[in-house]
C-alpha cells in the first residue's frame, strides 16, 4: 500500500479554481491508478475522476466533466485535481485513493489506500 496525504483545499468564488494535490509515499506508486472522490455533507462518498497508472486513461463524473483535469506526476510520487469554473455543488470533502486496478476498473474498483481529505468550500 501507499501512504495519502491531500493538499490544496479551501474556500473559493463559484467560477474559481483550485488546484488539489496528493502526495504519495511508499513503493511501486506508478503501479498504481489513482483518483480523487468527494464526499457531501449528508452525502455519501463518490467518484469524482480516476487516472490510470500511465496517464493513458481518465474517467470523470459527468458532473464535473470539463470542468475538472486530473493528472499525475510519477518521478514525484503525486496526483493533481485541477479544478476550474466550481460551482457551490462542488462544496465537499475530497478524498484521493489509490489502488491495483486495471485501466477498465477505475471508476468501479476497490482502492486499497486513502488519504484523509481536505474541504473545498465553493460559495455563492
Known amino acids: 500500500q501507499v501512504q495519502l496525504v491531500e493538499s490544496g483545499g479551501g474556500l473559493v468564488q463559484a467560477g474559481g479554481s483550485l488546484r488539489l494535490s496528493c502526495a504519495a509515499s511508499?513503493?511501486?506508486?506508478?503501479?498504481?491508478?489513482l483518483a480523487w472522490f468527494r464526499q457531501a455533507p449528508g452525502k455519501e462518498r463518490v467518484f469524482v475522476a480516476g487516472i490510470s497508472w500511465n496517464a493513458g486513461r481518465h474517467y470523470y463524473a459527468d458532473s464535473v466533466e470539463g470542468r475538472f483535469t486530473i493528472s499525475r506526476d510519477n518521478a514525484r510520487n503525486v496526483v493533481y485535481l485541477q479544478m476550474d469554473s466550481l460551482k457551490p455543488e462542488d462544496t465537499a470533502v475530497y478524498f484521493c485513493a489509490a489502488g491495483l486496478l486495471p485501466p477498465t476498473k477505475l471508476v468501479e474498483g476497490r482502492y486499497d489506500s486513502w488519504g484523509q481529505g481536505t474541504q473545498v468550500t465553493v460559495s455563492s
Open positions: 511508499g513503493r511501486y506508486f506508478y503501479n498504481y491508478s
